[in-house]
């Protein structure tokens, strides 16, 4: 059973994909680009899990887990896992970015910001077949929240990028960063009275994905969005 959840988790995050790789489908470098993200994206996630392993073991060698669970769990889940995870999806993409920088446009950055988060992902959700209800599993999957928190991420870059404006990007990272660490933190046992909280997270992120990939597949026709910004 975990593993069909975890199968059904795959597919919104695979049709974004799929969707995104037809944005250029005769461009084998863009497309050589987004395999190589899903690639680093799910390699970047092997740290996360040494760090959360590390943290764990110095909360309860230090008794700070036992005296004051909640602080322990808060800390942990801001920081060990939201803050760092939202850090290493957003390096990798950028690294892409960096890369293609004289021809970048708006949509370009929403795509590479995307994939990189869709290959933590994937390594992710491996691993919570392994730690978690299958409840959990499906309602991550199904809502794609590392890969929606990453179209947010993208999406304020660009208008970023696009306007000059640095502003923009640090808005999109700390406004997903908060988002991440809350749907994490509301999910932990210490806060099982409030996790009906995390249900609207969970719903905001399937709104923002759909809402996302609308811009994306309007924003081809609109030159806001597909005009490098070495050209502006």
Excluded: C
């Excluded at 446009?105 to 290959?119: E, H, K, Q, R």
């Excluded at 409840?135 to 990028?161: C, D, E, N, P, W």
């Excluded at 933190?185 to 719903?203: D, H, Q, R, T």
């Amino acid at each position: 059973m975990p593993v069909l959840m975890l199968i059904v988790s795959y597919i919104p995050a695979l049709l974004i994909f799929l969707y995104f790789q037809s944005l250029k489908k005769d461009d084998a470098e863009y497309r050589k680009d987004l395999n190589e993200l899903i690639l680093k994206g799910a390699i970047s996630s092997f740290p996360i899990l040494g760090l959360s392993f590390v943290f764990n073991l110095l909360l309860k060698l230090t008794g700070v887990q036992a005296k004051y669970p909640l602080l322990g769990t808060a800390l942990h889940d801001f920081i060990v896992l939201a803050l760092s995870e939202e850090i290493v999806k957003f390096v990798t993409g950028n690294k892409i970015v960096k890369k293609n920088e004289a021809k970048n446009n708006w949509l370009d950055i929403i795509v590479y910001m995307s994939m990189a988060a869709f290959g933590f992902e994937l390594l992710e959700s491996l691993v919570y077949m392994f730690t978690t209800n299958t409840m959990q599993i499906l309602v991550r999957g199904i809502t794609a929240m590392h890969v929606s928190m990453a179209m947010f991420v993208g999406y304020f870059y660009g208008k970023s990028k696009y306007t000059g404006n640095k502003f923009w990007l640090v808005f999109g990272f700390v406004m997903m960063w908060i988002v991440h660490g809350s749907f994490d933190f509301l999910l932990s046992p210490e806060m099982e009275e409030y996790g009906y909280i995390a249900v609207f997270l969970a719903i905001w992120s399937l709104i923002n994905m759909i809402v996302t990939v609308v811009i994306v597949a309007k924003g081809r026709k609109q030159e806001k969005y597909t005009k490098p910004f070495s050209e502006m």
